[in-house]
């Protein structure tokens, strides 16, 4: 079957630097996405990775490894409007989204 | 108004009603989504459009009836539901295509409560 693994939640402090891992089996790959979703709101998207290594886009930057079936998100100089859940979704070899139950980012004080 | 609309953003039934979900897009895509959101779960991709035909069914039951009468406009027919079929539901679209452009914007969601 088709799996998307990310952790339930996690807890950070405002100003430090939090990873959000993701590991993934699928059929096929055709890319990697990063989404937020704050409680109440629309997922909106952060991120999209399809060859191995690192994207960078202000304080977030989106790594991947297609041997590993692995990416994170890392997102620095924490803010506290950055508490939210972050999704991760691979698109399949029939170019199907393939959702994670995503992550709950808390950022404290 | 510009993005992804969807009405109503709150709605509340019962088993026997019958309602309609409305989602508006803005931003000349060519396919079009409708989404579960159920607590601590995966978003459960319901149906595809792509130019207004039917593309994709994840085996949902009948009670919900998918409707696409332009590019630019889904609905959502729901009837007879059951309380497990509380949710939110997410409308999104994308641009499709073989050359990319397919991250999806999403509506706000209708927040959905079956009594």
């Known amino acids: 079957g088709q799996n998307i693994d990310q952790p339930t939640e996690m807890t950070a402090t405002e100003g430090a630097i939090v990873q959000i891992n993701c590991t993934y089996q699928t059929s096929g790959f055709n890319g990697l996405f990063w989404y937020q979703q704050h409680a109440g709101e629309a997922p909106t998207f952060l991120s999209y990775?399809?060859l191995d290594g690192l994207e960078e886009k202000g304080r977030f930057s989106s790594f991947l490894s297609r041997s590993k079936g692995y990416s994170y998100l890392l997102l620095k100089e924490l803010q506290m409007k950055d508490s939210a859940s972050y999704l991760c979704?691979?698109?399949?070899?029939?170019?199907?989204?393939?959702w994670g139950a995503g992550t709950k980012l808390i950022i404290k004080p | 108004e510009t993005g992804v609309t969807q009405t109503p953003r709150h709605l509340v039934m019962g088993m026997t009603n019958k309602k309609s979900l409305k989602c508006e897009q803005h931003l000349g895509h060519n396919a079009m989504y409708w989404y579960k959101q159920s607590a601590k779960k995966p978003l459960e991709l319901m149906f595809v459009y792509s130019l207004e035909e039917r593309v994709e069914n994840n085996s949902v039951p009948s009670r919900f009836s998918p409707e696409c009468p332009n590019s630019s406009h889904l609905f959502l027919h729901l009837h007879t539901l059951q309380p497990e079929d509380s949710a939110l539901y997410l409308c999104?679209?994308?641009?499709?295509?073989?050359?990319?452009?397919?991250?999806?914007?999403f509506g706000p969601g209708t927040r959905l409560t079956v009594l």
């Open positions: 999104a679209s994308s641009l499709g295509g073989e050359t990319g452009g397919w991250e999806q914007f």
């Open positions: 990775n399809v």
């Open positions: 979704a691979v698109r399949d070899s029939n170019y199907q989204l393939i």
